[in-house]
């Protein structure tokens, strides 16, 4: 009786759910003004413990980075508004989101690495 196994087995469909979840979240806090991406990157810190030594790892890996290089970017864009240079930045960084959040949730339904 190896219950081991038998947990193991589950344990990456119910970890690409929730990568599949923070994606979703990525996606709607993108046109909601953020309130969602903020719940996703939290649900992606809190799951990725559980995602170790799985494909998923890297799942939540790209949804806290595209977090944080938005954050950012977002920042020096609206920094940058003034001058017309932040509006064309902020353009960009909405499509970066869009790719990134399109390829991570499209490889995860695929059972595939972000990578």
Not at 2 to 17: A, C, E, L, W
Not at 25 to 47: C, E, N, R
């Amino acid at each position: 009786m190896n219950n081991d196994f038998s947990y193991s087995s589950h344990q990456p469909d119910s970890t690409r759910i929730h990568a599949i979840i923070s994606y979703i979240l990525l996606a709607i806090g993108l046109f909601s003004g953020g309130f969602f991406t903020l719940i996703g990157v939290i649900w992606a810190y809190v799951k990725r413990g559980d995602a170790r030594q799985t494909i998923y790892y890297s799942h939540f890996d790209n949804v806290i980075r595209t977090f944080w290089i938005s954050l950012v970017l977002t920042i020096v864009s609206l920094l940058l508004w003034v001058v017309g240079i932040g509006m064309l930045l902020f353009f960009a960084l909405f499509i970066f989101n869009i790719y990134r959040i399109t390829k991570g949730l499209i490889r995860a339904i695929d059972h595939k690495p972000y990578l």
